[in-house]
């Protein structure tokens, strides 16, 4: 089935730091989604894609809908300790709503 | 806090039992999605419903099924309880949901064991 890939698996980084994962896919999609799980929580979205090449901000994060529709990177610039979590992106296509493997993100005080 | 609510929040039972997940959207959303998570696992879309009907079916086991009534909570049976079943299960919910994509907001999910 239709499988969103994303890398790298984890990442430490010092905080302060900034951030970058992507996401890919073998096939095309019109929208990407992002979004941040804490433990035991449920995802919160944290930006939404709809345009080939649109870079969209929300607040220390920046994401950007790749102009071949199969990609997306979220950035997060001067990490902080909160950052932690597993992000994960996201789309919908035949087999609906499909979310990639994530990425868990540990942030070094 | 997304104003999705799910209870409960916490459900420990044994194999071979039957259980009921509840799930209220946020007031105004039309759909109700389903989601298991296992341990360190992504998440796995099982079923939408669109305002009261089903709307898209993902992986979801023979032995689960799901409604939405029409005050539009939600609820996923899960019947004859494996081990394999121990997850997380999310409800999420958005405005739309009649195609394409639209942002879902997320319900802080149900723990359920099965032992």
């Known amino acids: 089935g239709q499988q969103l890939n994303q890398s790298p698996q984890s990442m430490f980084i010092q905080e302060g730091e900034d951030v970058s994962m992507n996401c890919t896919s073998s096939?095309?999609?019109?929208?990407w989604l992002w979004y941040k799980q804490d433990p035991g929580e449920g995802p919160v979205l944290l930006i939404a894609?709809?345009?080939?090449?649109e870079l969209t901000s929300n607040g220390r994060l920046t994401a950007q809908f790749g102009t071949t529709r199969k990609d997306s990177f979220l950035n997060i610039s001067a990490s902080i300790p909160s950052d932690v979590g597993i992000y994960f992106c996201?789309?919908?296509?035949?087999?609906?709503?499909?979310f990639g493997t994530g990425t868990r993100l540990k942030v070094l005080a | 806090d997304s104003g999705v609510t799910q209870t409960p929040k916490h459900l420990i039972t044994a194999t071979g039992q039957r259980v009921t997940l509840r799930c209220s959207p946020r007031?105004?959303?039309?759909?109700v999605y389903w989601y298991q998570q296992s341990l360190d696992q992504g998440l796995q879309f099982l079923i939408q419903?669109?305002?009261?009907?089903?709307?898209a079916k993902g992986n979801i086991l023979e032995r689960f099924s799901a409604q939405q009534f029409p005050d539009l909570h939600s609820e996923l049976n899960l019947s004859s309880l494996e081990l394999g079943d121990s997850a997380l299960y999310f409800c999420?919910?958005?405005?739309?949901?009649?195609?394409?994509?639209?942002?879902?907001?997320f319900g802080p999910g149900t723990r359920l064991t099965v032992t």
């Open positions: 007031s105004g959303d039309l759909s």
């Open positions: 996201a789309t919908s296509g035949t087999y609906k709503y499909i």
């Open positions: 999420a919910s958005s405005v739309g949901g009649d195609g394409g994509s639209y942002e879902q907001y």
């Open positions: 096939s095309i999609f019109n929208t």
């Open positions: 419903y669109y305002n009261g009907e089903e709307r």
């Open positions: 894609l709809y345009k080939a090449g």
